[in-house]
């Protein structure tokens, strides 16, 4: 091997070597790096076709969720505060100018990690037991609650959620802005879908009421739902 092939050698083992390192650098942050982590999805990014594809999965998860936890993350470290959960900070700082950028946040990140859990591949069977008992109460009946779900989904000006939720002794429906959340105002969440544009544009175009329906009739985790009724808001999104 000649001198100048040595030398060509040693410089694509040397880029190597400074590639490899790039690349495994930003796993050697621990978790200091990660206060308040990205819950994992609990099924496959196409388990929700065809209301919900998996390249807009893909989009909604690792670019909005992410992006949203990673902000968080970077937030925090400049802040000081200590967070015992997600949902005890947020009711902390809500109405704090000062944390208004950090509510944001994290209230995203919360709202997303509850939501992959309200969803499930062939979902959408009529709930029972306990749930079915109030959702009657409340609202008549399931087809009657979706009815109005629907509505009130379809109706939220511009990008928010729209929310089962206990109050008292009653089941409710709404609808937030933006990042907000009702775990912030010490209300009770049990089942929520996202109707930003980035949930189901990419599906469903501007035809939200569609796919808001789609997720009642072929996706919620009723399950989940039931859960949350007797779990406590920094509860509500199960642990890995």
């Given at each position: 091997?000649?001198?100048?092939?040595?030398?060509?050698?040693?410089?694509?083992v040397?880029?190597?070597?400074?590639?490899?390192?790039?690349?495994?650098?930003p796993?050697?942050?621990?978790?200091?790096?990660?206060?308040?982590?990205?819950?994992?999805?609990?099924?496959?990014l196409?388990?929700?076709?065809?209301?919900?594809?998996?390249?807009?999965?893909?989009?909604?998860?690792?670019?909005?969720?992410?992006?949203?936890?990673?902000?968080?993350?970077?937030?925090?470290?400049?802040?000081?505060?200590?967070?015992?959960?997600?949902?005890?900070?947020l009711?902390?700082?809500?109405?704090?100018?000062?944390?208004?950028?950090?509510?944001?946040?994290l209230?995203?990140?919360?709202?997303?990690?509850?939501?992959w859990e309200?969803?499930?591949?062939?979902?959408?069977?009529?709930?029972?037991?306990?749930?079915?008992?109030?959702?009657?109460?409340?609202?008549?009946?399931?087809?009657?609650?979706?009815?109005?779900?629907?509505?009130?989904?379809?109706?939220?000006?511009?990008?928010?959620?729209?929310?089962?939720?206990?109050?008292?002794?009653?089941?409710?429906?709404?609808?937030?802005?933006?990042?907000?959340?009702?775990?912030?105002?010490?209300?009770?969440?049990?089942?929520?879908?996202?109707?930003?544009?980035?949930a189901?544009?990419?599906?469903?175009?501007?035809?939200?009421?569609?796919?808001?329906?789609?997720?009642l009739?072929?996706?919620?985790?009723?399950?989940?739902?039931?859960?949350?009724l007797?779990?406590?808001?920094?509860?509500?999104?199960?642990?890995?």
């Amino acid at each position: 091997m000649s001198r100048q092939e040595k030398k060509k050698l040693g410089k694509s083992v040397y880029l190597f070597i400074l590639i490899l390192i790039a690349l495994l650098l930003p796993n050697c942050g621990g978790e200091e790096d990660h206060i308040y982590p990205q819950k994992k999805l609990p099924y496959a990014l196409d388990a929700l076709e065809p209301v919900i594809s998996k390249s807009a999965m893909a989009v909604h998860y690792y670019k909005h969720h992410a992006g949203y936890v990673k902000k968080t993350n970077q937030i925090l470290k400049t802040t000081g505060l200590t967070m015992t959960s997600p949902a005890a900070l947020l009711r902390e700082i809500n109405g704090n100018k000062n944390y208004q950028a950090l509510f944001n946040v994290l209230a995203q990140s919360w709202n997303h990690a509850f939501y992959w859990e309200c969803l499930k591949p062939d979902g959408g069977k009529i709930p029972h037991g306990a749930l079915l008992e109030e959702i009657n109460a409340s609202f008549g009946s399931v087809e009657d609650f979706k009815k109005q779900f629907v509505s009130a989904a379809a109706a939220q000006f511009g990008s928010g959620w729209a929310w089962l939720v206990k109050k008292e002794d009653r089941l409710e429906i709404l609808t937030t802005s933006n990042a907000d959340t009702p775990v912030a105002h010490g209300i009770k969440p049990l089942f929520v879908v996202d109707v930003w544009e980035h949930a189901y544009y990419l599906d469903h175009q501007n035809r939200r009421k569609e796919f808001v329906q789609s997720v009642l009739d072929h996706l919620v985790n009723w399950h989940f739902v039931q859960e949350q009724l007797t779990a406590e808001p920094e509860e509500a999104v199960k642990k890995d």
